[in-house]
């Protein structure tokens, strides 16, 4: 994969030209600056600020959202201008959250193969009964409680919910969505966890297998991760590739 080619592609599709995945959704161009508006994500997507304009661009995205009394995040990429853009936003009362990886794979070159342990199942989530299940993984695997069911019952209410659960008999072990991003190339993987005690069995491998042929079969081109630490080996030796890092900076009003 052409990971200069790639990288330019993802920043033009889901940056630049970035659209609302829902109806009541919005994008919005300010200046230098283009915001997302969301009921489940509220941020600055991309900015082409410079060392003359940032400070004032960073304080007109603090005063619009203030405004609106929400919170929000800007989205940070590596490669984002100006080189301490960081420290302009830590200056201006914006708290960093973890690094990850952004990685991309192309489809072509992904195994779809799904296999699972014996007794495992996927289960395509399509009711509220199977969001719940989502949450329920989710908060066993990450440690803390998820806010991301109203959002999700928001997207499987039109549709746009693609997402598996992988069952063990009745008990949820593990759980994975993914994103269609309309009029691109594109498709992201969002929200993978497996809970204790089924770990370094196959599931998460599993899941990314599934969704790789539900893209394929949708006509995409490329899968695209933000990758932890811990997911960012397993998916490497999946075939996906390393093309920068992304940090959330988030402002509390």
Do not use: N
């Not at 915001?35 to 304009?53: F, H, I, N």
């Not at 969505?177 to 069995?201: C, H, I, K, N, Q």
């Not at 999946?238 to 992304?246: D, K």
Request: charged residues 25%; hydrophobic residues 40%; glycine residues 10%.
């Amino acid at each position: 994969m052409d990971r200069e080619k790639a990288l330019a592609a993802f920043d033009r599709a889901l940056r630049q030209d970035a659209r609302p995945l829902a109806a009541t959704d919005r994008v919005e161009r300010e200046g230098q600056v283009i915001r997302y508006l969301g009921d489940g994500w509220t941020c600055v997507l991309w900015s082409g600020l410079d060392e003359t304009t940032a400070d004032a661009g960073i304080a007109g995205q603090v005063a619009y959202f203030t405004s609106l009394g929400r919170a929000f995040e800007w989205k940070l990429y590596a490669y984002d201008r100006p080189a301490d853009l960081p420290s302009r936003l830590c200056a201006a009362g914006f708290v960093p959250g973890e690094e990850e990886t952004l990685m991309v794979a192309e489809i072509s070159d992904l195994d779809t193969e799904v296999t699972l342990p014996e007794g495992v199942r996927l289960h395509p989530v399509t009711t509220a009964a199977d969001v719940d299940l989502m949450m329920s993984v989710h908060d066993r695997a990450f440690g803390v409680s998820a806010d991301l069911g109203p959002a999700l019952l928001a997207q499987l209410d039109r549709g746009g919910l693609v997402a598996f659960v992988a069952m063990a008999g009745d008990e949820p072990v593990s759980a994975a969505r993914m994103e269609l991003y309309p009029d691109t190339e594109f498709a992201g993987l969002w929200s993978g966890g497996t809970v204790p005690g089924w770990r370094g069995r196959g599931l998460y491998r599993a899941l990314v297998a599934r969704r790789a042929r539900v893209a394929a079969d949708s006509g995409y081109r490329y899968l695209q991760v933000d990758a932890s630490a811990d997911s960012r080996p397993i998916l490497e030796r999946l075939g996906f590739h390393p093309l920068t890092t992304t940090t959330p900076y988030t402002y509390e009003p």
